[in-house]
Every structure is written in structure tokens, then in C-alpha cells.
């Protein structure tokens, strides 16, 4: 049994022991913590059932929005509806006004029905769901409040639903794959796994904000040239070369606390297995939770906070996969590997996509930027997120501290230029931006 429906069954247990009054459902759909441990919940799904990143930013996508989307027809008063502001989201259902519904609990529901609907395998939320159900009815909700929440959380839900089946991620699961050609410069598959590339139509999938995957278009990344030692290229090698032969505990902890590689191969002698960890939306997702708790939040703000935040990183993952299969930049290790040191490694494990641009540099400031225009610039908080892998904390004064110290994470680890990161840092920066610019969202 996962550990979030372990909690939800011991609050029910102490629930019936206390005997308590019949309205005390309230007080626990209001915790905004029941949505971040309800995140978190889906956060591990997605970690066990090996969704790559790229994928994984989707699921987060319309779990959050149909969150939302409740908590916006619950409360109009102090939220604007998405509709008609991200690309071809209708009119979402309206709630009965004569009917009582609780929102939050509604919201939470909906979150989990887009999360289970856009994650395999069916079911992966059921019990937890149950749970939840189980625990508002023992603590006193209504048998029609509670079936008028149920209800309304499956009409907002299925409209959010029919919606994100039209993005076309279903055309994408039968587009050619990757061409792999060895010339120089050029991408190939990376040690230990050799896999094929990751999503290379990406790009091809509808944007919630941005006009298009290429409305933030980086200049070209420097040109390969490993003959003239003074070329910006032989240079952004060496110094990713450098660097990982003399890491400090420091940086190798920058390197590990960042890694969010998802699922990696480790090697030792003749022996393979898998290891797992959250994706890059995933960390950030529980960096969401982090600050709402810091924050003291209430329940809608925490709803939204995470929802802003999903769609930043969704568009920024469709900014960097436009570059990325527009240059198919190679990385480092092979350069490295073929024309200096043949047994060079990086500290961490290559990701089986094209260097240029950095996908976690584009997503970690996408989202820094969105978490600054609900949370505050110099909001300061103390990252948790990789206690349960055995990597330490680390403290940031920012949010967008933070997204700095991520790109110089993927340089120390060995898997991208420097110069691709802090491209990429600007360039998620401009999607994070104009996420904020164009939605209205808290009134």
C-alpha cells in the first residue's frame, strides 16, 4: 500500500476513535496539504510507471487544470476560468446552484480522474480515491452534498478530459522515429542504454500559452569544431571535461540533488538494474507543495499555484524540444569519448535526447518565474523533495536561485554545455513570463 493511503487510513481510524462532530469533513477538505499529498500521490505513480519526462509534464498538465477548472466554478468571485484562455479549452460545465457541492473536495477528485485518465495503468488511483471518499463520509459530508460533489467532479473532469485528447499526443505515438546518424556533431544514443531518442515530435503537441513551439526561438548553439582549440566549441568541451574530473562535494551534490533523471541503468560489472526518481516537473511539482506549506496558503491558492506552474513547464518542455530536434546537438560524452578521453564518464547519466537546448534549465526557470508571481521574489524555503532517494536538502533564498543553481547542476553533472544551460535559462525565463502576461487566473 503507498504511504499516502497509509495517511489517509490512519486519519480515518483516529477519525472514528474521536468520535467527531459531523461537519468535521471541512476541516479537512479546506487543508490545502490533502491537495499537495494528493499531487505527491500521482508524483509516485508516475515515478514507478517510468513516464519520461516529457510525459510526465502532461500528466501533471490536466490534473491540475481540472483542479482548477473546480475551484474556479466554485469560487468566481476570486478566479477566472481558463477557458478561452489556453488554445481550444471550451466552457467548462457550471456547477447546480441550488445544489451544495463542496469545491475542494470536488477538485481533488477531478485531479485524480485526469491524473489516472492520462497515466497508466487503470486504476493506479482508485484506492487512494477510495480512501479520500471513505474518510470525508466518516467525517460527517452529507450523502447529497457528498454525491453532488462526486458528480460535479466527473462533469468538469470528463469536459477537461474530452479536451486534452484533442492535443495530439495520441498522432505522436505512431510518428517516425528519430534518425540516427553519425556525423560529426550530430546526436547519437549515449552510453549505457543506447536508447533511441525521446520524443522527437514533441514539438508537434498543441501549447497552452505560447503561439507556437518555435515563438521562442534560441540562436543556433555554437558550431562543432573539435580542430581549432580556441573555438568556442573546443572550449565549452573542455570545460565540461574539467569540471567533472575535479568536482567538489559540493557540486557533486548540486549535480545528484538536480539529477531528476526518472528512471536510470545502473552498471556495475555484469550486473544491470533500474534505479527511479522524479522527473524534472515532478521535483518541481513538489517544490509547488513546499512553498504553499512555507506560505501558509489556503486550499484554491495552492490549486492554482500548481496549476500555473504545470502549464509553464508543459509549454517550456515544447519550447526545448523544438530546438532540440531542430540542431540534434550532440552531447558532451560522446564528444569527449571520441576525440579526447575514450574512458571519460560524466557524473550522471546521460538522457537519451539532444544537448541543446537543457530541458530541466528551460522547465526549472519556466516554473521559477510562476512560482515568483504567486509566492513572491526572495521567497525563501528549504527543498525536502530528495530526502526519500538519500540526497540531503538544500535551502534557496528564490525560487529563481534556485532554477540558477539547476543549470550549473547539469553542467557539473557532465551532460551539457554550460552555454546550453544558460540559454536555456533564458529561454524558459521568456515561457514563464508570458504564462504570467496572458492568464488570468486569481482575480
Same mark, same amino acid.
Given at each position: 500500500?503507498?504511504?499516502?493511503?497509509?495517511?489517509?487510513?490512519?486519519?480515518?481510524?483516529?477519525?472514528?476513535c474521536n468520535n467527531r462532530k459531523n461537519? /468535521?469533513?471541512?476541516?479537512?477538505?479546506?487543508?490545502?496539504?490533502?491537495?499537495?499529498?494528493?499531487?505527491?500521490?500521482? @508524483?509516485?505513480?508516475?515515478?514507478?510507471?517510468?513516464?519520461?519526462?516529457?510525459?510526465?509534464?502532461?500528466?501533471?498538465?490536466?490534473?491540475?487544470?481540472?483542479?482548477?477548472?473546480?475551484?474556479?466554478?466554485?469560487?468566481?468571485?476570486?478566479?477566472?476560468?481558463?477557458?478561452?484562455?489556453?488554445?481550444?479549452?471550451?466552457?467548462?460545465?457550471?456547477?447546480?446552484?441550488?445544489?451544495?457541492?463542496?469545491?475542494?473536495?470536488?477538485?481533488?477528485?477531478?485531479?485524480?480522474?485526469?491524473?489516472?485518465?492520462?497515466?497508466?495503468?487503470?486504476?493506479?488511483?482508485?484506492?487512494?480515491?477510495?480512501?479520500?471518499?471513505?474518510?470525508?463520509?466518516?467525517?460527517?459530508?452529507?450523502?447529497?452534498?457528498?454525491?453532488?460533489?462526486?458528480?460535479?467532479?466527473?462533469?468538469?473532469?470528463?469536459?477537461?478530459?474530452?479536451?486534452?485528447?484533442?492535443? @495530439?499526443?495520441?498522432?505522436?505515438?505512431?510518428?517516425?522515429?528519430?534518425?540516427?546518424?553519425?556525423?560529426?556533431?550530430?546526436?547519437?544514443?549515449?552510453?549505457?542504454?543506447?536508447?533511441?531518442?525521446?520524443?522527437?515530435?514533441?514539438?508537434?503537441?498543441?501549447?497552452?500559452?505560447? /503561439?507556437?513551439? @518555435?515563438?521562442f526561438t534560441p540562436p543556433p548553439p555554437?558550431?562543432?569544431?573539435?580542430?581549432?582549440?580556441?573555438?568556442?566549441?573546443?572550449?565549452?568541451?573542455?570545460?565540461?571535461?574539467?569540471?567533472?574530473?575535479?568536482?567538489?562535494?559540493?557540486?557533486?551534490?548540486?549535480?545528484?540533488?538536480?539529477?531528476?533523471?526518472?528512471?536510470?541503468?545502473?552498471?556495475?560489472?555484469?550486473?544491470?538494474?533500474?534505479?527511479?526518481?522524479?522527473?524534472?516537473?515532478?521535483?518541481?511539482?513538489?517544490?509547488?507543495?513546499?512553498?504553499?506549506?512555507?506560505?501558509?496558503?489556503?486550499?484554491?491558492?495552492?490549486?492554482?499555484?500548481?496549476?500555473?506552474?504545470?502549464?509553464?513547464?508543459?509549454?517550456?518542455?515544447?519550447?526545448?524540444?523544438?530546438?532540440?530536434?531542430?540542431?540534434?546537438?550532440?552531447?558532451?560524452?560522446?564528444?569527449?569519448?571520441?576525440?579526447?578521453?575514450?574512458?571519460?564518464?560524466?557524473?550522471?547519466?546521460t538522457p537519451p535526447f539532444p544537448e541543446?537546448?537543457?530541458?530541466?534549465?528551460?522547465?526549472?526557470?519556466?516554473?521559477?518565474?510562476?512560482?515568483?508571481?504567486?509566492?513572491?521574489? @526572495?521567497?525563501?524555503?528549504?527543498?525536502?523533495?530528495?530526502?526519500?532517494?538519500?540526497?540531503?536538502?538544500?535551502?534557496?533564498?528564490?525560487?529563481?536561485?534556485?532554477?540558477?543553481?539547476?543549470?550549473?547542476?547539469?553542467?557539473?553533472?557532465?551532460?551539457?554545455?554550460?552555454?546550453?544551460?544558460?540559454?536555456?535559462?533564458?529561454?524558459?525565463?521568456?515561457?514563464?513570463?508570458?504564462?504570467?502576461?496572458?492568464?488570468?487566473?486569481?482575480?
Open positions: 500500500m503507498r504511504i499516502a493511503v497509509v495517511a489517509v487510513a490512519a486519519l480515518i481510524f483516529v477519525s472514528a461537519d /468535521d469533513y471541512k476541516k479537512i477538505t479546506s487543508d490545502p496539504y490533502l491537495y499537495s499529498r494528493t499531487v505527491k500521490e500521482l @508524483n509516485n505513480v508516475v515515478m514507478q510507471n517510468n513516464f519520461p519526462p516529457i510525459i510526465a509534464s502532461r500528466n501533471y498538465l490536466y490534473a491540475n487544470i481540472a483542479a482548477y477548472e473546480v475551484i474556479a466554478a466554485g469560487n468566481p468571485a476570486h478566479y477566472q476560468s481558463l477557458a478561452g484562455q489556453l488554445h481550444e479549452l471550451a466552457v467548462i460545465p457550471a456547477p447546480d446552484t441550488a445544489k451544495e457541492i463542496d469545491f475542494n473536495f470536488a477538485a481533488i477528485l477531478a485531479f485524480c480522474k485526469l491524473g489516472e485518465a492520462v497515466t497508466f495503468p487503470e486504476g493506479s488511483m482508485y484506492e487512494y480515491v477510495d480512501s479520500l471518499k471513505t474518510l470525508v463520509k466518516d467525517n460527517g459530508m452529507p450523502a447529497d452534498v457528498f454525491d453532488n460533489t462526486v458528480a460535479y467532479a466527473e462533469e468538469a473532469g470528463n469536459a477537461v478530459l474530452a479536451w486534452s485528447k484533442k492535443d @495530439n499526443y495520441a498522432q505522436t505515438r505512431t510518428a517516425p522515429k528519430y534518425t540516427v546518424i553519425d556525423t560529426p556533431g550530430r546526436w547519437i544514443p549515449t552510453p549505457p542504454m543506447y536508447a533511441q531518442a525521446l520524443e522527437p515530435h514533441w514539438r508537434e503537441i498543441r501549447t497552452m500559452v505560447m /503561439d507556437s513551439a @518555435n515563438m555554437p558550431v562543432f569544431n573539435m580542430t581549432d582549440k580556441k573555438s568556442k566549441y573546443y572550449q565549452e568541451v573542455m570545460a565540461v571535461k574539467n569540471a567533472g574530473d575535479s568536482l567538489t562535494d559540493e557540486q557533486k551534490h548540486i549535480a545528484e540533488f538536480w539529477d531528476d533523471l526518472g528512471t536510470r541503468l545502473n552498471v556495475s560489472g555484469h550486473v544491470m538494474f533500474m534505479t527511479k526518481k522524479f522527473s524534472p516537473t515532478g521535483h518541481w511539482m513538489n517544490i509547488v507543495g513546499i512553498a504553499s506549506q512555507t506560505a501558509k496558503a489556503d486550499f484554491s491558492t495552492t490549486v492554482y499555484a500548481y496549476a500555473k506552474t504545470a502549464i509553464a513547464m508543459f509549454d517550456a518542455f515544447i519550447q526545448c524540444w523544438d530546438e532540440k530536434f531542430r540542431s540534434n546537438a550532440v552531447r558532451p560524452e560522446t564528444v569527449i569519448n571520441k576525440y579526447v578521453d575514450a574512458n571519460w564518464a560524466p557524473y550522471l547519466q541543446y537546448t537543457c530541458g530541466h534549465s528551460t522547465v526549472s526557470s519556466a516554473a521559477a518565474e510562476t512560482l515568483t508571481s504567486v509566492f513572491g521574489d @526572495n521567497f525563501a524555503y528549504t527543498d525536502t523533495s530528495e530526502l526519500e532517494f538519500g540526497i540531503k536538502n538544500r535551502s534557496f533564498t528564490s525560487f529563481r536561485q534556485a532554477a540558477q543553481e539547476n543549470n550549473w547542476a547539469r553542467f557539473y553533472g557532465g551532460i551539457h554545455f554550460h552555454n546550453s544551460c544558460l540559454v536555456s535559462t533564458e529561454y524558459g525565463r521568456k515561457v514563464g513570463e508570458l504564462v504570467n502576461q496572458r492568464l488570468r487566473m486569481k482575480k
